[in-house]
């Protein structure tokens, strides 16, 4: 009679440790995806555009177009460094106004 007590007991500690641990991850979770919420809106309403998905990988993709500009120009390649910068400026400039 006593062991079936000592495992009771032993299914319910663990159920709520299992319990504590789910719901700390989840608490730590929702933070997460609250502050990546706030922060994607902090950064759209600064920029002025829409706060969605096709938005910011339309500013992701710009701003790396911008970036292989930069690296075009630092390996002396004018040509092609000016084709970066002018579809990366156009494309930031189409997202922004």
Same mark, same amino acid.
């Given at each position: ?47 002025? %555009? ?27 390649? %004018?040509?092609?460094?000016? %084709? ?14």
């Amino acid at each position: 009679m006593q062991v079936e007590g000592f495992f009771d007991w032993l299914g319910h500690a663990l159920g709520s440790v299992i319990r504590f641990i789910v719901d700390a991850l989840s608490g730590v979770l929702q933070l997460i995806g609250n502050a990546g919420r706030q922060f994607l809106h902090g950064l759209s309403s600064a920029l002025g %555009i829409t706060p969605s998905l096709l938005s910011i990988v339309a500013l992701v993709i710009g701003l790396l177009l911008l970036f292989s500009a930069v690296r075009a120009f630092m390996r002396r390649s %004018i040509v092609l460094g000016l %084709i970066w910068l002018v579809l990366g400026l156009w494309l930031l400039s189409l997202l922004i106004s």
